[in-house]
């Protein structure tokens, strides 16, 4: 990547740009959330991604997804995300999949990827991803969003440590459901 596009950051003394072009991502929903997340790491220079979502666009996910436009109604999402993501950053690789996560992410795939994403919108996927990182020892970003609240929770998987994870922390009242 040329050095004037990421000017900006070398102005920041603790940001290491090389070390974010190296990083590869997996990002499970390309849904409102995930269309954030692959805009803003895309901008931001990270080098690659894989992005898994088995849904289409919708008319009404356009007030939410800044990566899709009208004419992509029907495609599927993790396929629109990738080539709009390459057009934010020309120098990264985007790949997809358009099959339920636990269909197509394979142990080595997470081995290989510095983070998890997860963009989804039910309690079954995040579960699988939670487990699979544990497993894989891959850490996971868990995001979720509802009409008055944001979150954001990491998961440090790859430290070695011992640390809570995203099904310890769920009340008996999510599994009732």
Known sequence: MGDDRFLRHSLIDWFDQDEVRGMSVI??????????????????????????????IEIHNLTRSVLFDDTQVGRFKAEIAALTGTH????????????????????????????????????????????????????????????????????????GEAYACYECQLPASVYAR
Do not use: Q
């Not at 990002?27 to 979502?53: P, S, Y």
């Open 27 to 56: 990002i499970v929903g390309a849904g409102a959330v995930g269309n954030e997340v692959i805009k803003d790491l895309a901008l931001l220079g990270l080098g690659r991604f894989h992005i898994i979502d088995l849904d289409r």
């Open 88 to 159: 934010l950053n020309h120098e990264a690789e985007f790949t997809f999949s358009t099959a339920d996560l636990w269909d197509c992410l394979t142990f080595e795939e997470l081995e290989k990827a510095d983070a998890v994403f997860c963009c989804v919108d039910n309690f079954l996927a995040r579960l699988r991803l939670n487990k699979l990182c544990r497993i894989t020892g891959t850490d996971l970003i868990n995001t979720a969003i509802d009409s008055r609240f944001a979150a954001v929770e990491f998961y440090p998987f790859s430290s």
